[in-house]
């Protein structure tokens, strides 16, 4: 289906991150959002108070951001479409519901706005130290998606591919900025509305009588349905069989459990999105993301300035992270330079791909700002000789 | 749910012009918590002295008592293991035999 | 011990609003959270309300349960969570009847905080607590319900912390309908359920019952039977008392009733009023 031309802001704009996002989730059908004041991300929320009204949304500034992680579950359940934002010391308070969507397989998504840490930190300057907290974060086993936009545009981009993610697999999608994505201003173009595609929500098309909350089809993934319309149907948060009643046993936890982690990670490729540059003759290969990125493609303009063969691999999914990408270009390059704001999440994926193959470098620093480039141009250098 | 119920109707000698009832009994799924003979405003309930198959004594009617039907016995039991009902019109005793009686 | 009378055998009227595949539950013998239940299928009955349109949420913990027994849309969420779960629910669907059926601990320690602000903002939710003064899924633990001088597993020489005073507190932070039962009052449990479903906004039920396997054990205090006695005997009926006189303490006196009955709008009436004001022709109802 399409977005719906109301509510979409087509047109040429100078937005921030932010608001860029804000946008991209009311062009995707959100319709709800909870949220908590927090920096960085506070602007998303304050323009989704004042834009909801004129769209048919709602929104509601809630006690705290264990209120609003929840809340949004509630609205998906009772039909909405829903996401709340925060930051690094909300993050870790959504921790419980983000698990709670993952295991009741609650579509929506949770934005985190990236900023230096740990604890209260740096409220006011990036940081990208919650990348493996995004795909870990929540006690117990389950998989999540994760996206991560590198521009004001790309954060109106993939928050509609985030939106579409959560309703195709269930799952909660993290969507995950940074402070410095989220504050530059940059040109957005916000297409047609028809050129919009939405992710339906699947609603099962069965009688009540033959419904089962958790009965998976095909794909891994059970059919939704919505409070009011008649299913009678019980949701829980704990170990449940395809009735949706609990069934604390280590059977139904095998079923359960292994599907919710399998409808992800056996997806592999399929979920791969990447960037890549000047990776066809690549000796050396630049891993980054979010706003490192774009310092990292200036280093890697100095590098090949200098004859070096480098390329940058852009992860836009996060998680599951790409596998397959970094598996293959481990058999031919001779390192990886790992550019992260943060003194090693991401690297270590790239190291477990590379699985000893090829070497595996951090440039990495506790945040606060960008990467300066020539720092990654010398780890550069320093892999070439 | 195992539907062992145990309806006990009251005996021929115990009519009056109230409305009766009856009721029916959960036998195996009660649990002997006593609330229904304890507020069974007619005071037509009592714990049997047999066990259950769990090890609980399980209520009876008495005898020589009329169950009015309220079913105030279904409202408090925690269990849902007995529930009254009045019995149906053609049942209830007429002014004709209540005055035999 | 059986005769059989004419006609088909009836079936228990609680029955349709149970989920009678998943009994018998996991209540213990004596416990009261079940008699809540049929007290809450009476009223269900008795309110007339289109049952596909009600929702039960409930939170962790014993009475956290009973959403799990309900045959109804029902939720079993995080502990403490229920009610900010509720009122997302309720907002994007105003339609349904939201039901948050939970314990004390749930709703009042871990919950506090969404409890004082769901009724400052009179959310249209009917809070059904299950007071039993204690912790008792997880075996036994002070509450901030637990009066003083009773002994739990975390206070084991005596609680010494003072108790809240749930619906002073739930009048105080803004609840529309306040009320306090004890598991004995069955029928005016389901008559101030019937109210708090045809009220529109935050409705507020304490339920005292009893925990007999660790509240009343571990303070001897007998079984359930024995508190539902006390709860006739030592309970006093004060319609329209201030709820700041309503405080409990260890086997004291149990003043219940009716207290608070207001009228006040809902968030999603004051929501829209406000918007409908500030945009005029631009408000799109949600």
């Not at chain 3, 007071?131 to 637990?146: D, E, R, S, W």
């Not at chain 3, 006695?229 to 329209?240: L, P």
């Amino acid at each position: 289906m399409k977005a719906d031309p109301k509510t979409v802001l087509t047109g040429v704009h100078f937005l921030d991150g932010d608001h860029a996002c804000c946008e991209g989730a009311i062009a995707a059908g959100a319709n709800f959002a909870a949220g908590y004041p927090i920096t960085p991300s506070t602007e998303i929320v304050e323009r989704y108070a004042s834009r909801a009204p004129k769209v048919g949304g709602i929104f509601l500034q809630m006690e705290d951001e264990l209120a609003s992680s929840i809340a949004i579950l509630g609205a998906v359940w009772g039909g909405a479409k829903a996401f709340t934002v925060t930051s690094g010391p909300g993050f870790s308070l959504m921790m419980e519901h983000i698990g709670m969507a993952a295991m009741t397989e609650t579509p929506c998504v949770f934005v985190d706005v990236q900023r230096g840490g740990p604890s209260t930190g740096l409220p006011t300057l990036p940081g990208q130290a919650d990348v493996m907290q995004a795909r870990w974060g929540s006690h117990g086993d389950y998989e999540i998606i994760a996206l991560c936009p590198n521009s004001p545009q790309e954060c109106f981009d993939l928050m509609i591919d985030a939106f579409n993610l959560a309703e195709q697999y269930r799952v909660p999608v993290m969507f995950l900025m940074d402070e410095c994505v989220g504050h530059m201003t940059e040109k957005v173009v916000i297409p047609a509305a028809e050129a919009i595609e939405i992710y339906p929500r699947r609603y099962t098309t069965l009688p009540p009588a033959e419904y089962l909350p958790y009965r998976p089809g095909a794909d891994g993934i059970p059919e939704m349905v919505k409070a009011g319309d008649g299913y009678r149907f019980h949701i829980t948060s704990l170990t449940h069989d395809e009735k949706g009643y609990p069934a604390m046993n280590w059977q139904e936890q095998e079923k359960l459990v292994r599907r919710l982690v399998e409808k992800i990670r056996l997806q592999g490729e399929r979920l791969e999105r990447n960037e890549e540059h000047w990776l066809d003759d690549a000796e050396i290969v630049i891993v980054a993301y979010g706003i490192s990125s774009r310092v990292a493609l200036r280093a890697l303009q100095m590098a090949r300035e200098q004859g070096l063969k480098v390329g940058l691999l852009r992860p836009l999914v996060l998680w599951p992270f790409p596998e397959k990408t970094v598996r293959e270009l481990a058999r031919r390059v001779k390192a990886f330079v790992v550019v992260e704001m943060n003194y090693g999440q991401i690297v270590y994926e790239v190291e477990r791909c590379a699985a000893g193959k090829t070497r595996t470098v951090l440039v990495g620093h506790g945040g606060g700002t960008v990467h300066d480039p020539h720092d990654i141009l010398q780890a550069i250098c320093e892999v070439a000789q | 749910m195992s539907e062992t119920t145990s309806p006990a109707a009251p005996p021929a000698a115990a009519r009056s012009r109230k409305r009766q009832g009856t009721v029916y009994i959960d036998w195996d799924r009660c649990k002997g918590c006593g609330f229904c003979v304890e507020f069974c405003p007619t005071k037509v309930l009592a714990l049997s002295e047999e066990f259950n198959a769990h090890g609980y004594h399980p209520p009876y009617l008495l005898p020589d008592r009329t169950c009015t039907g309220c079913d105030l016995c279904g409202l408090y039991c925690p269990d849902f293991a007995i529930f009254g009902v009045m019995m149906p019109t053609e049942t209830q005793p007429s002014e004709a035999e209540g005055s035999e009686g | 011990m059986s005769t059989s009378l004419p006609g088909a055998q009836p079936t228990n009227p609680v029955f349709p609003f149970l989920r009678t595949d998943r009994m018998p539950h996991i209540w213990c013998p004596e416990c009261g959270i079940g008699t809540t239940v049929n007290c809450f299928a009476r009223a269900l009955v008795e309110s007339k309300l289109p049952l596909d349109k009600v929702a039960v949420v409930s939170g962790i913990g014993c009475t956290g349960r009973v959403a799990g027994y309900v045959k109804l849309d029902s939720f079993h969420t995080t502990h403490g969570r229920a009610i900010p779960f509720a009122t997302g629910l309720k907002l994007a669907n105003p339609d349904l009847t939201v039901v948050v059926y939970s314990g004390d601990g749930d709703l009042i320690a871990i919950g506090g905080n969404h409890f004082i602000h769901a009724a400052r903002r009179n959310a249209d939710l009917k809070v059904i607590c299950v007071n039993n003064f204690i912790y008792g899924m997880t075996g036994g633990q002070v509450a901030p319900t637990t009066p003083v001088g009773a002994l739990a597993t975390t206070s084991p020489y005596g609680c010494y912390e003072h108790p809240f005073n749930l619906p002073y507190l739930a009048e105080s932070s803004g609840a529309v309908y306040v009320a306090r039962w004890t598991a004995f009052h069955v029928r005016h449990i389901t008559r101030s359920m019937v109210k708090a479903f045809n009220k529109k906004g935050f409705a507020f039920i304490e339920i005292i019952s009893p925990c007999p396997t660790l509240y009343l054990r571990r303070n001897r205090l007998g079984g359930g039977l024995e508190a539902m006695r006390f709860y006739k005997q030592k309970s006093v009926i004060k319609n329209g008392a201030n709820t700041k006189d309503l405080e409990l303490s260890f086997q004291g006196e149990i003043i219940v009733g009716e207290f608070v009955n207001t009228e006040r709008p809902t968030l999603s009436q004051v929501m829209e009023a406000q918007l409908q004001q500030a945009l005029g022709a631009r408000y799109v109802r949600p």
